[in-house]
Every structure is written in C-alpha cells, then in structure tokens.
C-alpha cells in the first residue's frame, strides 16, 4: 500500500499558465519533415504529430521511449439514482484486475511498456487490501448531484492535487507521455452533465448507453441528468463549480493531472468520452494546456462526436472503442512512436539521392 | 543481387479458392471475448480484428510476431503523358532508398521487426547494382496504355507469378501477416483507370494528385484516363482485362500476392489507394480470399474513399496519409498486435472475480 505525500500546493496552481511550446522547434521539425523522402504531407496527422511532439519537447527529433499510465478510480453517488448496468462493486473489482494484470490498460501497458499506477480517489467498496494501489481516499463517493454538489469545495481541490501528484511522480521518472485513465461505475452519467453545461450541448443529444444500458435506461439516464443540471442551474457559474457540483473524485483528479502535465512539459494523450470531460475543464480553467495534449480517439458512446466537434479538437482514430481504463489513449501510443520514429530516421532527399518534385508537378 | 525463381505454376493458379477460415474457432474467439473483463464489444474494431485472425489462424489465441513487407516497384509507360509531378528516374532511385534503410517504408519495417524485401518488378533505370533488390523485371515499363494495352498476356502472367513467388518465400519464413506495397512514378493514374472501369466509378469522382499534381495536372490526367477507357471500352471485358490493359507491373504483382497468401492462409493488410486497386482485381478474380484481407487506411488521395464504399470494406484508420509503399498497412500492425494481445491476455469475469453485468442493464 502507497500512501500518497501531503503537499502544500497553491490553492490555485491549476490556474498557471504551462509554457508555449517551442516555436523554433515546431518551424525546425517542419522544414525537416519537407525534405525527408516522401512526397510534402504524404505521411499525413504523424507528420503533424511528430512536429507538435518535437515542440514540446524542445527537441527537433522528439523521443517516446518513457510512457506513464495513471488509471484513476472513483465511486459516484449518483449510482442511487440506477443509471449503470454493471454494480458498484466493479469499481473496486477492477482495481485489482489492473494490479494483478489482467484488465485490457494493464495488457496494453505490459505491451508498451509503459509503467502503470492506479490511483484509488474514493471508492464504496475498501481497496487498501490491494498492494500497488496508490491509496488517496477522498470520500466513500461522491455525493448523489441529483439532490447536491458531488463535492464539497475542499474535495474538489483534493482531487484536483491526486492528479498532480501523480504527474510529480511521472515526472520524476523523465516520462515523455502522460496517459491518464479512469474506472467508475457510474462515471459516464457524470461526464455528460459536466459537458452539457459546460459545452452547451443537449443532454439528450449526448446521453448513451455507457457500459450498457438499454434503450429504457439511456432515457432514464437523460431524465436524472436534466433534473440534476436544472437543480443546479444558478450554482453552475463557470467551468471549476460545473466540475466540483457535477463531476467526479477520478474526472476531477484527471482535470488537474492534464494540467499538471502540460505545466511539467509532458504531452498527454486524453482517452475516451469520461476523459474528455476531463479535459474540457482543464481547457476552459487553463487555456494555455491545449499544445500538450492528443485526443487518441473517437468514442463509440455516441456524444464523444458532438464533445470533439465542440472543443474543436481531431482525434487521431476511430475504432469504436467503449472500454474506458485509458485503453483507447494507450492504443495510438505506436502510432505516435511511430511517427517520431519516421521524423527522426527517414532520410532526406539529399542524403538518399532522390530526385524531388517537377517543378510544374 | 537476388533473382527470382523460375515456377512452372498452372496458369489458371489465382482462381484456386482459399480455405474458408474456421468457423468453429471464429464462434469460440467471439465467446471468449465476451467473457473478457470489459463490456461486451467495449475493444470495438479490435474484437473483430482479433476473431478474425483466430478463424484465419485456427487457433482462438491468434499471434502476429513475424510480419513480411514486400515493396513491388515498377515503372509506366502511361508517364509519357505527363501524369507524374516526380520524375520517372525516383522509381529507382527510392529502391536503393528502400534497401539503404531510409525511407518510410525501412523506417516501419525496422520498427515493426519485420522483414523487408524490395522486388523489382521491370523500371526504365537498371536497377541491378542494388544488392538486396529481388530482380524479376519483365519489361523496362508497361506499355502507354493511352494507346495501347499496359501489358501482353504473358507479361501480366508473369507480374502476378512475382507476387506469388514472394508470398512463397514468406510462407517459409513462417509469417503470419503479409503487407505488399507499391513504388511507381504513374502508378496512381494506372490505379484510377483500372478501379474506374472494374468499379464503374466516374474518372473525374476518383481521380487526385497522386504524389502532388496541381489542379490543372488533375485535369489532365482525367483526360488522359478517359481517352484511354475510351481506347480500350470493347477490350475491358472482365477483372483480369482490365488489371493486364489498365495496370502495371507491380499493381499485377500485389493482386497475385493478395490471392496467393490468403491461398496460403496469410492475413494481408492491404495499403492505400493503388493497393486498394490491385486487391480489387483480386477480389474479382478470386472472391474466396477476402477473409483474409484488412484494409489499412482510408487514403488522402480523393478517391480512396468512394472505392472502399463501392468495394464495402471498412478500413482500420483515417490517418490522412498518402504515400504508398506498403507505409499505411505496416502502421496499423501495432493496432492488430494489440489486439491480439488484448484477446490473448486479458481475464475473464471468472478468472478475476469482477462482476457481470445487472440482468436489468
């Protein structure tokens, strides 16, 4: 059992501005990739990736080798309310299905060879049995934000710092990419409060099914969500009390690991839908956070779309993914490997001798 | 300098069916996926990926270790017209590229540890000096096909008899996954015509700039495709007219290698537009082999599109990428690896004692 260290964090680090990646660098990485042996642009997003990774790392040829996962897990009040198809307990269940190996983010980290830490944010069921669980319970869960903020004031800073405190320690390691994952039966009936008010976007039009639910239980869902948000509706000002009344313990810890991040130098790749959310906080409450980070995919929970149109965002694939865990960041993590790959070892047209573009091509 | 086996191969070989993929392993790999710790169908694309190469594999744990690239180059006498915005002389020069290790193509086949052979299959530049390059040139260059047919009978034989010959040698390599890719200045404008005419598709809907013409080029270069179906309109009877009038050498050489490795029960991945053309024939010729094919990537080039729709295929990724050489299909394997990983490794519910689904759910 981890405990996680106290620290003394301004009340509102969140709120300092990470620095601009280079912008000699990104011009460097960019001359380069038009003199490497393929057609300018013919290797498409990675040609961009490569660029936007060598600019944050200041770095003409940037490196991917150290490869960080956090998977966050939290419990939700508003589970009351049976807006989820699998019981409570998975969350904890699951937890030590990460630690002992045989969840898909533990095989993908194995495959990466990425470290892997899980990060207990306050679960119903008690987990300090688990050895290699970082232990830093803020509550049992949220409370139910059908009837009351999901988090006091104070709770929603504690989880906010789980999340830097796990960056600290990535940082500490010299990671390259931070990869932020999350468990909680419950999570997605959160996330799409959170970013309906926060994006202005119908609840019913990204509202669905989440691990599960059927027809019914997704216009269920719909119902308890728009009666939270109307319940609330003079509390939610602006992006932290929409993510403290709304949210969750792993959202919010999230929130505050995207930041942390960017804050350190660190790309980040953002998983699906929950992450998302996550995400979209950390951008209204710190702008300056976009250049770091990488929205791996496009969720099948069918309001990723409408979300990623919303904050302007292009994720890098499609695979109709729906399993949460940070396994959809974790998947393009070759892809981006890749990429660098190719930006750092390709030859140049003069190296290799190849005739360039006609003029009148 | 390597030269290429002489093969005394029926010459009616590429219509031979392939073995259907087993059922009973597709429907206990779909089985065992749904007893894995996630939402069933939560992994999307990569379930399916996973099952599929099960059924090919007949083994429900399928393994993607050894993985073979063949790059097929060969020049056009279509670039008389003034197609190209690249020189002819690149055909060659990007084969000592391929070989030295500096191209796109070397770059993944190092990353992939795969293995990496470059054939040429007949360019305008003598290429013998190049150690390490297959030599199995049937013709300097296909013929105009503005004017006359791309290829004699015998030629085209020949060209699908060195896709063949190269799938043999993987197959004693033990290779469980085959990616062909394709190196010719021109070869977008053979692609355009031949999957305009076996497609029925409008020239001036699916034809682009290759590797960069401008708007101007384009336009000619649909005038020059639509001449030459005008030529040939009586002679383009069926799949294999059309690939031997319309097509090139190393088009011919991919659609024999596509049919002989899923003959072999090798999964292929298919590479973009011009790939897409020559598994087309394929398809046509030898309908029993698509199983065994994964479409890689959606390409930059504008037609790709309407072609996979017409084709009903669903590529893996939409990375706007278009370079050719086999690039596309050799960045997806990490996503097929992967999958097999996740399938492999993952916990059932039983094993890691997590909870199923709520029967109301």
Not at 145 to 167: D, I, K, P, Y
Not at 247 to 255: N, P, Q, R, V
Request: aromatic share 4%; glycine share 10%; net charge negative.
């Amino acid at each position: 059992m981890t405990e996680t260290t106290s620290t003394a964090l301004d009340p509102a680090w969140w709120s300092e501005p990470a620095a601009r990646p280079s912008v000699s660098v990104k011009a460097a990485a960019s001359e380069r990739q038009n003199q490497l042996t393929k057609p300018p642009g013919a290797l498409g997003r990675l040609e961009q990736i490569a660029i936007q990774l060598a600019a944050i790392q200041n770095q003409v040829k940037p490196s991917l080798e150290q490869v960080h996962i956090a998977v966050f897990a939290g419990d939700h009040g508003i589970v009351e309310e049976g807006v989820s198809a699998f019981p409570q307990a998975v969350t904890v269940e699951m937890q030590r299905n990460f630690i002992r190996g045989g969840a898909a983010i533990s095989v993908l980290a194995r495959e990466l060879d990425a470290t892997l830490e899980v990060i207990n944010t306050g679960t119903h069921a008690d987990p300090s049995h688990l050895a290699g669980v970082v232990h830093g319970p803020i509550a049992p869960q949220t409370a139910n934000f059908r009837h009351q903020a999901a988090m006091t004031e104070a709770q929603w800073q504690q989880a906010l710092c789980l999340g830097w405190e796990s960056v600290q320690r990535a940082a500490e390691r010299g990671v390259k990419l931070y990869i932020g994952g999350e468990m909680g039966i419950g999570n997605t009936t959160a996330a799409t409060a959170l970013l309906a008010r926060l994006l202005n976007l119908a609840v019913g039009d990204i509202t669905g099914p989440g691990t599960g639910l059927n027809q019914q239980g997704v216009q269920h869902k719909i119902r308890v969500i728009q009666h939270a948000l109307d319940r609330h509706t003079n509390s939610l000002t602006d992006a932290g009390a929409i993510s403290r009344i709304l949210g969750g313990f792993e959202i919010t810890a999230l929130t505050g690991a995207y930041i942390a991040a960017a804050q350190q130098g660190i790309a980040v790749i953002v998983d699906g839908f929950i992450c998302t959310a996550a995400a979209a906080v950390a951008l209204q409450l710190n702008p300056s956070i976009r250049p770091y980070l990488f929205f791996s995919h496009c969720s099948a929970e069918p309001g990723h779309q409408k979300v990623i149109e919303q904050l302007g965002v292009e994720p890098i694939v499609d695979l109709n993914l729906r399993l949460g865990e940070g396994s959809g960041a974790a998947m393009v993590v070759p892809l981006l490997r890749l990429a660098c790959a190719l930006h750092n070892q390709m030859a140049t047209f003069a190296e290799a001798a190849v005739s360039e573009k006609l003029e009148n091509g």
